[in-house]
T-cell receptor, first 111, second 115 residues
Framework: QKEVEQNSGPLSVPEGAIASLNCTYS??????FFWYRQYSGKSPELIMF????GDKEDGRFTAQLNKASQYVSLLIRDSQPSDSATYLC???????????FGTGTRLQVFP | GAGVSQSPRYKVAKRGQDVALRCDPI?????LFWYQQALGQGPEFLTY??????LDKSGLPSDRFFAERPEGSVSTLKIQRTQQEDSAVYLC???WGQGTGQPQHFGDGTRLSIL
């Protein structure tokens, strides 16, 4: 079992729809969770982080965390073609500073 | 500068050559991380510095990989006797503090190609 798992996609959604990206992790003691967006040929860009169970909203983005289910998700409302990118889920595990990344989910938003 | 700066952006080397990759973190950031990202994969942790101290090097794939941060600011990742499997993007990230859970901000990376 991978430490951080994501569906590789592609996830295709029409412009204006809600895109839902999911991530599961193996270490029940994990405390910090991050979502990065990565455009092709570019470096990862931090878009959200969440530490507590529940929802955290920032503009069109909502991160959701359920520690009991070891599940974190990212919702993108009113998806735009410019949101088309790979979304990486990352977790601090076991009290360590390093991030463990999933392989990323490729999102395609079509007009 | 405002962000993490890495150089060179692209590096092509022949198999067996040594390479050095530079990372200049955000000013004042205490923690510095190196990651390796293969095509189609997420970044994988290589090593971590807190100021000049290398606290975790568990991700370095072999003894050909060496990193340093002698004055607690700029860091260099050196790869000796490069192999084709070293071809990847090398990413550097920094955070202002030393605790866990702080968001890491990445540089643009160095794309290394070994011929």
């Amino acid at each position: 079992q991978k430490e951080v798992e994501q569906n590789s996609g592609p996830l295709s959604v029409p412009e204006g729809a809600i895109a839902s990206l999911n991530c599961t992790y193996s270490d029940r003691g994990s405390q910090s969770f991050f979502w990065y967006r990565q455009y092709s040929g570019k470096s990862p860009e931090l878009i959200m982080f969440i530490y507590s169970n529940g929802d955290k909203e920032d503009g069109r983005f909502t991160a959701q965390l359920n520690k009991a289910s070891q599940y974190v998700s990212l919702l993108i409302r009113d998806s735009q073609p410019s949101d088309s990118a790979t979304y990486l889920c990352a977790v601090n595990m076991g009290g360590f500073n390093k991030l463990i990344f999933g392989t990323g989910t490729r999102l395609q938003v079509f007009p | 500068g405002a962000g993490v700066s890495q150089s060179p952006r692209y590096k092509v080397a022949k198999r067996g050559q040594d390479v050095a990759l530079r990372c200049d973190p955000i000013s004042g950031h205490v923690s510095l991380f190196w990651y390796q990202q293969a095509l189609g994969q997420g970044p994988e942790f290589l090593t971590y510095f807190q100021n000049e101290a290398q606290l975790d090097k568990s991700g370095l794939p072999s003894d050909r990989f060496f990193a340093e941060r002698p004055e607690g600011s700029v860091s260099t990742l050196k790869i000796q006797r490069t192999q084709q499997e070293d071809s990847a993007v090398y990413l550097c990230a920094s955070t202002w503090g030393q605790g866990t859970g702080q968001p890491q901000h990445f540089g643009d990376g160095t794309r290394l190609s070994i011929l």
